[in-house]
């Protein structure tokens, strides 16, 4: 809107936009930019504000007239980090103090959903008012010093407002490893007004065009691409007056063909596929209550001779099922394992890669920020397993167990408490990127 405002007020509003703008966090907005905009807008009738939200009032981290719904472009496709903006600015259009959760709240109720294999997203969807640029030049609105009043003409209120859309689809991660996914959108994470939770359709960018999602608290819709890469997603909405609205967004598809058989394994060894296998194991002993569990993935030297040489691997500190629970490996993972060595000059690189002499037993948690002493136990069953697929290919080898960083002190005080108790260890034991003497993090980390 343009407002005839008082030419004193423009340079005012210019340093308190610049000011807040300046903020070391995009969501520690100033105050001082909204105590201004209520000082200009506070005078209206907030209840005659169509859908109590107020496009000139808003803290602007994203320029939503992009987002309108009706035409598909580069510059509207949107992304996790795009989506918040998005959202930011919409909540800062409040008139009246009624709830609309947070960004953090929102991502913290979506967290129990994210999972391998699905692309789990969130919605935006809603009517909001904007002042009419001409609103004061056709005496719809009065302007009173700095402030602004709701205008009447002979006892009839003049309506200053024009109606806007907002539609903006994204899903929390962009990149997502294998073909076959569920593309799901539960009601519950999607915020708005004016809209059909049944009326969603999808373009999965899979060649066959808008489908309807099914309809419920779960939407969800089963995708499966020829070929990995990147794909554009379209989305579109019904609102209650017939209108049709359209977001969309892209992601990376990555082809696992190279990667371990992703169904979830518990058989011996014997029936497992040949060269890699990987299989989700969880600790028959708990601690305080509760039993870790994680996934294994073996990379055979010579998958027609079984398991003779275990070279096992126990990964460090990983908060992948927080930051990125879409991805079962987490931040790290054999693939990464795999890579670092492949980038090694030394003879690491030859008797793991070139010309393989040991069996590599990954052990990913499956909560890498979890408990050292529970985590332990699950290793403690590793451990166990390994022995047993040893045996069971007649073989008689040591295990070499290789902690990386946080990693090592599950082996190393497992290891320490067998030999207390007088077992038999048939280990060699490494470790990677730790001090024995002390490991310590702060608590707000291990508290996640």
């Keep these: 809107m343009k407002l005839n405002l008082p030419k004193q007020l423009i340079p005012c509003l210019f340093f308190i936009f610049f000011a807040a703008n300046k903020s070391t966090a995009q969501q520690e907005i100033s105050t001082a930019f909204f105590d201004q905009m209520s000082a200009i807008f506070g005078s209206l009738e907030t209840n005659r504000v169509p859908h109590g939200l107020l496009y000139d009032i808003a803290f602007e981290q994203a320029q939503l007239t992009n987002y309108e719904g009706s035409v598909l472009a580069d510059s509207n496709s949107v992304n996790w980090k795009e989506f918040q903006a998005i959202y930011q600015t919409y909540r800062s259009m409040r008139v009246n103090n009624f709830n609309i959760r947070t960004i953090n709240a929102l991502e913290s109720q979506a967290l129990p959903y994210r999972e391998p294999g699905t692309i789990l997203l969130t919605g935006l969807v809603c009517k909001y008012a904007k002042v009419r640029e001409d609103a004061l030049i056709e005496n719809l609105i009065s302007q009173v010093g700095n402030s602004l009043r709701d205008k009447y003409v002979n006892g009839n209120w003049q309506d200053p407002y024009q109606i806007k859309t907002l539609f903006a689809v994204s899903p929390f991660v962009s990149e ?22 049944s009326s969603f359709r999808i373009d999965a960018g899979d060649g066959f065009g808008y489908r309807q999602i099914p309809s419920g608290p779960i939407n969800a819709y089963e995708v499966t691409y020829a070929t990995a890469g990147e794909k554009t997603i379209k989305m579109k909405v019904t609102l209650n007056t017939g209108e049709v609205l359209q977001s969309h967004f892209k992601i990376l598809v990555t082809d696992n063909a190279e990667e371990p058989n992703n169904e979830m394994r518990t058989q011996t060894i014997s029936s497992l596929p040949a060269n890699m296998a990987q299989m989700q194991i969880t600790s028959p002993n708990s601690f305080e209550g509760q039993s870790a569990s994680g996934f294994v993935t073996i990379k055979y030297a010579n998958d027609n001779a079984g398991l003779q040489k275990p070279l096992i691997v126990v990964e460090g500190f990983d908060p992948g099922h927080i930051t990125n629970p879409e991805s079962k490996d987490g931040i790290t993972g054999i693939y990464g394992f795999l890579s670092d060595i492949n980038g090694d000059a030394s003879d690491l690189k030859n008797i793991l890669l070139n010309l393989p002499q040991y069996d590599i037993i990954y052990v990913d948690w499956k909560k890498g920020t979890d408990n050292l002493k529970r985590n332990a136990q699950l290793l403690k069953e590793v451990i166990r397993r390994v022995n047993a697929w040893k045996t069971e290919s007649g073989s008689t080898a040591k295990n070499i167990i290789i902690g990386q960083s946080m990693g090592g002190l599950e082996p190393d005080g497992r290891l320490r408490r067998w030999k207390i108790k007088g077992r038999i260890i048939k280990q060699t034991y490494l470790s990677a990127m730790i001090l024995h003497i002390r490991a310590q993090m702060c608590l707000s980390g291990t508290s996640i």
């Design 176 to 197: 997502f490893r294998g073909l076959s996914h569920n593309i799901v959108l539960r009601t519950s994470l999607i915020e708005g007004n004016s809209f059909d939770p």
